[in-house]
């Protein structure tokens, strides 16, 4: 599985940081999805600098196999509750795409047609 980091230069990227958001996201994501993953993606942006507040948003773009990318952001006063609400929303995008999936598979269709 390829894992990035990226940050904007309000953020200061480390190799700490890189591993401590590997680890919450694989913890998270791979027990379900880990055969299927190929490519998470997490960016990290402090969207109004030193003004503080709720400011820091984490983007997560995950790549399964077979599957179109999925992606969602969360905003926080810190990184890690950015992260981990951002790992709740992708988790909630991949288990709605899945399901359609799964749903779709041995039913009938509106036109009448198996296994759609």
Avoid: W
Avoid at 98 to 107: M, Y
């Amino acid at each position: 599985m390829i894992f990035q980091v990226r940050t904007d230069n309000h953020i200061k990227n480390s190799a700490e940081l890189g591993e401590s958001i590997r680890a919450t996201v694989e913890a998270s994501i791979a027990p379900r999805f880990g055969d299927r993953l190929r490519r998470v993606e997490v960016y990290l942006e402090d969207m109004n600098a030193l003004k503080g507040g709720i400011d820091t948003r984490c983007s997560i773009e995950v790549h399964l196999a077979g599957r179109p990318a999925a992606a969602a952001h969360d905003d926080a006063s810190d990184v890690d509750t950015a992260v981990d609400g951002a790992i709740e929303k992708v988790l909630r995008v991949l288990e709605h795409q899945l399901g359609k999936q799964d749903a779709r598979a041995g039913h009938t269709s509106a036109a009448g047609d198996e296994g759609l």
